[in-house]
């Protein structure tokens, strides 16, 4: 069966920091990849999608960037974080199900202080 | 661009039914989701529906789909306190995006 990983599950960073959020699908090939912020109070906003090893799509202009090294491996970065970044990452995967239905991860829960 | 509406907050009784409303704009919408977001977690698909049906039927869960005027619900029977939890309403038109609502908090009162 397939399962998705997110890792860290909470992160703590100060204002300025690095960013390095890491997703892993496993017990399919080739799925569609997804990257979304969930803010306080807001919903779901996609920042980025990826169909293939090295293909990403960003959905908003934003201080963040995502990249795809492996089929399922997507990996979301940022240089400098800024206090607006704090939310819950999601990720998720589809693979041409019916509608392309998304399953999503744990999620990681992120403050910036 | 698309747009899905939800109301932000709903507050039942426990043994109520529950009904959780959605407006889309998107005309091409193909398909409807209904999500299940619990405390600090991820998201749950709890059930589709196909933009050609009208209802759809999952033990407690019925979603209503009115076409023409873009609405979308889900109503929960015997509503129990482990259904606390945030819904997501959402839409596609069959390719790789999704669009989802801003979510319905759904409390359950003993």
């Known amino acids: 069966s397939q399962t998705i990983h997110q890792w860290p599950a909470t992160l703590v960073q100060p204002v300025g920091s690095p960013l390095s959020l890491e997703c892993t699908v496993e017990g399919t090939s080739n799925p569609n990849l997804y990257w979304y912020r969930q803010a306080a109070g807001r919903g779901l906003q996609l920042l980025f999608y990826?169909?293939?090893?090295?293909?990403i799509s960003s959905e908003v202009p934003q201080n963040l960037s995502a990249s795809r090294p492996q089929d399922r491996q997507f990996i979301l970065s940022s240089k400098k974080l800024l206090l607006s970044d704090s939310g819950f990452y999601l990720c998720?995967?589809?693979?041409?199900?019916?509608?392309?239905?998304?399953?999503f991860g744990p999620g990681t829960r992120l403050l910036v202080l | 661009g698309e747009d899905v509406e939800q109301s932000l907050f709903l507050s039942v009784r426990e043994g109520d039914s529950s009904v959780i409303n959605c407006t889309y704009t998107d005309s091409s919408s193909t398909y409807l989701y209904w999500y299940k977001q619990e405390p600090g977690a991820g998201l749950q698909l709890l059930t589709y529906i196909f933009s050609n049906m009208d209802m759809k039927q999952d033990q407690r869960l019925t979603v209503l789909l009115n076409k023409k005027d873009k609405h979308l619900s889900l109503r929960i029977a015997d509503t129990q306190t482990g259904d606390s939890a945030i819904y997501f309403c959402a839409e596609s038109e069959g390719y790789q995006k999704v669009t989802f609502g801003t979510g319905t908090k759904l409390q359950v009162i003993p």
């Open positions: 998720a995967w589809s693979v041409g199900g019916p509608g392309e239905t998304q399953y």
């Open positions: 990826s169909v293939g090893i090295g293909q």
